[in-house]
């Protein structure tokens, strides 16, 4: 189900997710600058200009503040619809190879028996992104969007993503929950029913607004990647992210086949199909030892069900067939306590039916066990008393 609200397997499958930022990532520039900021009048530093300071005069979200400066600029020029920015979306330039990158990858994944799955998590518009060549290889895109009214003409944020909430996407990717407004993703869930842990997520970015997700990929396990673009081949960036650890790798923003970043993920995939056999004999070692322990916690509960229940059965015994029938149940138990022996001692001592029958073979065997054990305090009266009358 593409489209799911929750990814549900029959079985438990290996699945990588690679996770990417848009601007400057799959494409060499803001999405917006590539004909809709030149198309309402503004070059491009004047445009960012605007939509910044107005942010910074009103301690606004840039990412609102760019969306509203769009809205502001188009006033007396061309409405901004949903079809307007899928045709600027369309003419976003992407960095090489990507036409038929996530088919390749896909295939090196399928072979090793890897699914891979391709999503964006993007502070650019949804929109633009679902008017691009490539939109169709995405599972999922997460990315600012705006809200239409009923003419078609955007109205209001819908969606606003920054920097600092990019990481809850990784949480509903990692649970299979991908609906963004699905509160089942705050639900605890166990580690056999992760969809695809963080171990087996790759993100890739290309600056600091991709820290937060970087870091908490690296934190868990998973994969970070910081990419270039290939033709400036300006690395100020990823080595400020290597030296500060958000990264673990980093590559040119080519995407085509036999490339850096082309080897790269597929050596992820290899280790990924490697550590997930290792990773399932662990998860099967673990499930049989929890199955056990609740086993023996279950026995443990029936245990003192019974010894409870036994005790009580004694002290209310009014026949002797009755009193036979209880001794039968709780003769087997081994791991009576010093006050549960003191209870049975002292029921015998005031129950005339057991008393008159402490020495029959049965009873007797039973409380001798009981004088026996390391936890009877033997020199205690009630013991004392019972030794005496079975061994009369």
């Not at 690679?18 to 601007?23: K, L």
């Not at 090793?112 to 691009?132: A, K």
């Not at 270039?228 to 500060?244: A, C, H, L, S, Y």
């Not at 029938?325 to 049975?344: F, G, P, S």
């Amino acid at each position: 189900m593409k489209n799911g609200k929750t990814i549900q397997d029959n079985e438990r499958k290996i699945v990588l997710a690679i996770c990417y930022d848009f601007d400057k990532t799959l494409s060499p520039d803001d999405m917006q600058a590539q004909g809709f900021i030149q198309s309402v009048g503004f070059n491009v530093k004047e445009f960012w200009e605007k939509s910044n300071k107005l942010a910074s005069d009103n301690e606004m979200d840039q990412n609102l503040a760019y969306m509203f400066t769009m809205i502001k600029t188009s006033i007396g020029k061309e409405f901004i619809t949903r079809e307007r920015l899928k045709k600027y979306g369309s003419e976003v330039q992407l960095f090489n190879g990507l036409e038929d990158w996530f088919r390749r990858i896909n295939e090196y994944g399928i072979a090793l028996g890897v699914l891979v799955e391709h999503y964006v998590i993007s502070s650019g518009l949804r929109e633009m992104i679902e008017g691009t060549r490539i939109a169709k290889e995405f599972r999922k895109i997460y990315a600012s969007s705006y809200y239409f009214d009923e003419t078609g003409v955007a109205q209001w944020p819908a969606q606003a993503i920054n920097y600092t909430n990019k990481t809850q996407f990784l949480f509903r990717i990692e649970k299979g929950i991908l609906e963004i407004n699905d509160q089942a993703v705050n639900e605890r869930v166990p580690e056999e029913r992760i969809r695809v842990p963080f171990r087996n997520m790759v993100y890739i970015g290309d600056s600091d607004t991709d820290i937060p997700c970087m870091k908490l990929v690296n934190q868990y396990g998973g994969h970070s990647v910081g990419v270039f673009n290939p033709e400036t081949g300006d690395k100020n960036k990823v080595f400020k992210m290597i030296r500060q650890n958000r990264i673990r790798f980093f590559a040119p923003a080519d995407y085509s086949d036999g490339s850096d970043l082309d080897l790269l993920i597929k050596s992820i995939i290899d280790h990924t199909a490697e550590n997930e056999r290792l990773e399932d004999i662990h998860l099967k070692n673990r499930l049989e030892q929890e199955s056990f322990n609740k086993s023996q916690d279950e026995n443990e509960q029936e245990i003192v069900r019974v010894k409870n229940d036994g005790i009580l059965d004694l002290e209310s015994s009014l026949s002797f067939s009755n009193t036979h029938a209880v001794i039968d149940k709780i003769r087997k138990i081994d791991n009576w306590n010093t006050n549960e022996i003191e209870m049975l001692f002292d029921i015998g001592l005031k129950n005339s039916q057991i008393r008159y029958i402490l020495d029959d073979l049965d009873v007797a065997n039973f409380y001798r066990r009981l004088l026996n054990s390391t936890e009877c305090k033997k020199d205690s009266e009630k013991a004392i008393e019972i030794e005496k009358l079975i061994n009369s």
